[in-house]
C-alpha cells in the first residue's frame, strides 16, 4: 500500500467522524426559534456574542476549530511538504550559503602585520618570524597551512603564481579578534627575483603591499569542515629608504691598520618598518658625485624598529679625499650650512656567517642612500687627526699629517704650512691693511700657501671646511 493510499484512507476515515458528530449535534440541538432570547435596550457584551437585532456573532472559537480540524485533515501534505523543502535547502545552505559567508570573511580580515622578523641566512634560505591578527564573528579552528608569500603583480603584469618564500602556520583556534603567531622557522627562497622585487619595493616605501595566499585554508566550524582559497593583499611599512641614514660619532685609526682601517665610528641607521631585519655584516660604498671616498662595513648589522646605531669601520681613501675636498665643499653649500656634510652609499657586500647574502647584494648595491656626518665632528676629527698622534696596532705613533705625506709626499711641507696658518703677521710684504678682517687675513693665507706649493690645497681645504661650518653656525 502507498502512501497516498494510506493518506487517502485516513482523510476518509476523519470526513466520516465529522459527519456522525455533526448529525449527533443535530438530534440533540433545539430549534433556534424555541430559545427565549433576553432583551436588553443596550447593546450587550461581546462575551456573550449577541448584538442588537438579534443576530448572533460568531465566536473566535469557532475559526479555530475550523483550523484545527483543516490542520488535522490536511496535516500530512504539510508534514511532506515541509520535509521537500528541508531536503531542497538545507544543502544550500550547507554547501553554498555557510561557505559563501566563511570566504566573504577570509577575504574580510585585514591580516596587518603587527611585529616579525627577517634574519637572511644564506643565498637559499632565510629565518622567518610575524605575528598577525584575524577576526571572526564565530569560533572556527583553522588547520595548520601553508601561507605563500608573493610579490604584488604590476598592473597589466602576468599572473605570476609563483612565491618568494612560504611559511607555515600551526593550527589556530580563532574567536573574535584573535592575535595570530608564526613562529621561528627556516624557510627556503622559492623564487629569488620575486623577492629582490618585493624587497626593493619594501625597501623604497613607506608602505608596500604583500600578496598572501593559502590553497586551501580549512577551517571547522564545530563539526562542520570547510575549505576556502584565500588569495589577500595586504600592506606593510616598509623601510621609507633608511631616511634618516648617518653617522653619529667618528673617528681616525691613525696609523692605519694592516687591512687599511683607518676610521670607526657608530652608524644612526632608522627601520621605520616593524620587521626586525637581521643582515650580517653589510659594507658600504661612500661616494661624492661619481667619486669614491671610501668604504665602511657594520657588523653583525641587525635593524629593530625605531632608530639603531651599529657600530662600523672602514677606509676612507685619503688619496681621493683631499685633493679632491675643495670639489666636494663646493657642491656642500646647503648642506654645510645646516651643519651636515652628505654623501651617498650603496651597497657594497653582504656576508652572514661567511655566506654571502646575494639578493641583499642586488637590493642595496642599486640604492643611494643620503648619508650625513655631523660636519663639526668631522672638522674637529680632521683637525685632531692632523696634530694628534695615534697609536697604531704595531705600536707606532702616527698623525694624520703622517698618512697625508704619504699620500702628498712631503711631511714637513704639511706642518710648516700648518704653522704659517696659526704664525702671527710680522710685517712682510704681505702684511695685511689695518682695516682687514680676520676671516679676511685667513682667506688670504689659504690662497698665498696655495701658491706656495701644489700640496699646500690639501690643508687649505681643510680651513675651508672650517670656514664653512663656522659660516653655517652664524
Known amino acids: 500500500m502507498g502512501v497516498k493510499e494510506i493518506l487517502d484512507k485516513h482523510i476518509l476515515k476523519q470526513e466520516d467522524k465529522v459527519k456522525h458528530d455533526d448529525e449527533k449535534t443535530q438530534d440533540f440541538a433545539a430549534p433556534v426559534d424555541a430559545i427565549e432570547l433576553p432583551h436588553h435596550d443596550d447593546v450587550s457584551s461581546g462575551d456573550d456574542g449577541v448584538v442588537d437585532n438579534g443576530k448572533a456573532v460568531p465566536e473566535a472559537s469557532s475559526k479555530r476549530q475550523k483550523v484545527k480540524r483543516h490542520c ?5 501534505y504539510y508534514v511532506a511538504g515541509v520535509v521537500v523543502l528541508l531536503v531542497i535547502l538545507l544543502p544550500i545552505l550547507f554547501k553554498v550559503i555557510i561557505p559563501a559567508i566563511i570566504r566573504n570573511v577570509v577575504n574580510n580580515q585585514a591580516l596587518p602585520i603587527i611585529s616579525g622578523a627577517m634574519v637572511f641566512t644564506s643565498s637559499e634560505s632565510m629565518t622567518m618570524a610575524l605575528n598577525t591578527s584575524l577576526d571572526t564573528p564565530l569560533g572556527v579552528v ?6 605563500a608569500l608573493h610579490a604584488p603583480q604590476p598592473e597589466g603584469g602576468d599572473n605570476n603564481e609563483s612565491s618568494f618564500v612560504t611559511v607555515q602556520m600551526p593550527e589556530q583556534y580563532v574567536d573574535g579578534k584573535t592575535e595570530v603567531e608564526i613562529p621561528t622557522q627556516t624557510a627556503t627562497i622559492q623564487d629569488d627575483t620575486q623577492l629582490v622585487a618585493w624587497f626593493n619595493d619594501f625597501f623604497d616605501s613607506e608602505t608596500t603591499e604583500l600578496r598572501v595566499k593559502a590553497d586551501p585554508l580549512v577551517a571547522h566550524l564545530g563539526k562542520l569542515k570547510y575549505s576556502v582559497n584565500m588569495d589577500k593583499t595586504i600592506r606593510v611599512q616598509g623601510l621609507n629608504g633608511l631616511q634618516g641614514f648617518g653617522v653619529s660619532k667618528m673617528n681616525f685609526i691613525l696609523p692605519a691598520e694592516s687591512n687599511g682601517t683607518n676610521v670607526a665610528g657608530t652608524l644612526m641607521i632608522p627601520n621605520a618598518s616593524v620587521l626586525t ?3 650580517g655584516n653589510v659594507s658600504f660604498n661612500l661616494w661624492a658625485g661619481n667619486l669614491n671616498l671610501g668604504i ?11 632608530n639603531n646605531t651599529p657600530a662600523f669601520q672602514g677606509e676612507l681613501y685619503l688619496d681621493q679625499l683631499i685633493p679632491n675636498l675643495g670639489a666636494i665643499l663646493d657642491s656642500q653649500n646647503g ?3 645646516n651643519g651636515f656634510i652628505e654623501v651617498n652609499a650603496t651597497g657594497n657586500s653582504t656576508f652572514y656567517n661567511g655566506n654571502r647574502i646575494t639578493y641583499i647584494e642586488k637590493v642595496l648595491g642599486t640604492k643611494k642612500m643620503l648619508v650625513q656626518f655631523p660636519a663639526a665632528t668631522l672638522v674637529t676629527e680632521l683637525l685632531s687627526g692632523l696634530l694628534v698622534s695615534g697609536t697604531g696596532s704595531d705600536g707606532s705613533n702616527s698623525t694624520l699629517l703622517d698618512s697625508l705625506g704619504q699620500v702628498l709626499g712631503n711631511v714637513t711641507l704639511l706642518e710648516n704650512m700648518l704653522g704659517n696658518f696659526e704664525a702671527d703677521d710680522t710685517g712682510s710684504e704681505d702684511e695685511p691693511a689695518p ?3 680676520s676671516t679676511s687675513r685667513v682667506r688670504r693665507g689659504m690662497v698665498a700657501a696655495a701658491y706656495k706649493s701644489p700640496v699646500s690645497s690639501a690643508r687649505t681645504n681643510l ?6 661650518v663656522l659660516k653655517g653656525r652664524k
Open 335 to 337: 648642506a654645510i650650512s
Open 72 to 76: 488535522g485533515r490536511f496535516k500530512w
Open 435 to 437: 682695516s682687514e678682517t
Open 296 to 306: 665602511v662595513t657594520a657588523y653583525d648589522l641587525t635593524l629593530k624598529p625605531g
Open 277 to 279: 631585519l637581521s643582515m
Open 142 to 147: 583553522i588547520e595548520p597551512v601553508g601561507l
Open 463 to 468: 680651513f675651508r671646511l672650517g670656514l664653512r
